[in-house]
């Protein structure tokens, strides 16, 4: 819920006769300070997201406003305020300013002389504390629902005092940036990747919150289209793409609960997507996706799971441990190929005799017969919880 341009310049418009010149549709850009430059050399302090309040006093010649604004924007800025008075006017807004204005979305602003630029800052210095203070009221009540810890009744009670809707349709989307910290790391393009993500969701239509957690970067969003939500997500990833160069990036997308007070479950189901989506090396994977892992995942006790892989898979492995051997992977293909003995010998580059032979000292080892459909589906189970075990580490 960062702060917008948007949003102060309508509350702010009247108090200190702001007059929009251009760049209009830049006005969602989110705004997290407010910096008075003068000089066109000071840019490379700027992070990204700063609203510029100058006077022109440094201007020296008829084109240095237009390389002060294009040098702002390149700096990723939210927009300009010109107080116009004693060194720059309206007549010194060119065609070639508005233009860029206009083509990169940049709001360039004009408030007159008499207003005191002291009076401006302090005012949006103050509002935008006052917005940090809510910002953070809001994700440590997030963070406390799916955490699923005992302040959640207040937390749920916080939330609806500042608009969200307890009964409504929300997803939670884990984010995971190996090399980078999301929440002060900066990217190749020198621009915080916190605020990048921001910034794609303040022109979505779909309501999103965004916080970070051990280095992961969560979303919450409000929407019951799992469709819609994939293709927000499949568009985030392609400017994170843009942004991060080289960087690699992983987003796990956990399923739609109806309610706040689930969000807990959203969220695991999301880490679950995420961990699989590391696995697999894919920038993004959901919960949908997860097949029969999700069973898997709604079994809270591990103990359990090992137990039954052991009770079917056990023997193989001590008897491979004790022998250097292989057979687990040779029983592996056997049950993926639906055991077809000339397939897997083809798989793993042996003679037909020899997986014959595989096969029997297996049906030794388990004391099973291997044509049973329900020993077969016993153990593909046991094989998909093995790897699941894995995934999980």
């Not at 960062?2 to 006005?27: M, P, R, S, V, W």
């Not at 810890?149 to 349709?169: F, K, N, Q």
């Not at 605020?195 to 965004?210: A, Q, R």
């Not at 819609?228 to 956990?254: P, S």
Request: aromatic share 10%.
């Amino acid at each position: 819920m960062a702060l917008t341009l948007n949003k102060i310049f309508h509350a702010t418009q009247t108090k200190y006769h702001l007059d929009l010149i251009c760049g209009e549709a830049g006005l969602n850009r989110i705004m997290n300070w407010v910096y008075i430059s003068e000089d066109i050399n000071t840019a490379d302090f700027l992070r990204g997201g700063e609203l510029i309040i100058t006077t022109g006093v440094s201007c020296k010649s008829s084109d240095w406003l237009f390389h002060f604004v294009l040098n702002l924007i390149e700096h990723h800025t939210c927009g300009l305020i010109i107080n116009f008075g004693d060194y720059l006017s309206r007549k010194d807004i060119t065609e070639d300013i508005i233009e860029i204005c206009e083509k990169n979305d940049f709001p360039l602003l004009s408030m007159p002389w008499e207003i005191h630029i002291y009076d401006i800052t302090r005012d949006y210095y103050n509002r935008i504390f006052l917005e940090a203070q809510t910002d953070t009221t809001i994700v440590q009540s997030l963070l406390s629902i799916m955490k699923h810890d005992s302040h959640m009744t207040d937390s749920l009670d916080r939330l609806e005092e500042h608009g969200y809707v307890i009964e409504a349709p929300y997803c939670t989307c884990c984010l995971d940036f190996p090399t980078l910290d999301v929440s002060s790391g900066n990217v190749e393009s020198n621009i915080p990747l916190l605020f990048i993500i921001e910034s794609f969701f303040k022109m979505s239509p779909m309501p999103c919150h965004i916080t970070t957690s051990k280095n992961l970067l969560l979303l919450i969003i409000c929407e019951s289209d799992s469709s819609k939500i994939l293709g927000l997500i499949e568009d985030l990833a392609t400017k994170l793409r843009f942004y991060c160069k080289n960087e690699a990036f992983y987003i796990g997308i956990g399923g739609i609960v109806n309610s706040l007070m689930l969000l807990s479950k959203s969220y695991e189901q999301a880490i679950a997507a995420l961990t699989m989506s590391k696995y697999q090396k894919a920038e993004i994977y959901s919960y949908e996706q997860l097949g029969f892992f999700k069973l898997l995942l709604a079994v809270n006790d591990r103990d359990l799971l090992t137990q039954y892989m052991n009770t079917y898979l056990g023997n193989i492995i001590t008897y491979d441990a004790i022998h250097h051997s292989n057979y687990l992977e040779t029983l592996d293909r056997y049950l993926t190929l639906d055991g077809s003995i000339q397939a897997v010998a083809a798989a793993l580059f042996c003679h037909r005799n020899t997986i014959s032979y595989r096969i029997n000292i297996l049906r030794d080892i388990l004391g099973h017969d291997l044509d049973s459909p329900e020993v077969r589906f016993n153990l593909k189970v046991a094989f998909l919880i093995k790897e699941y075990l894995r995934i999980l580490g």
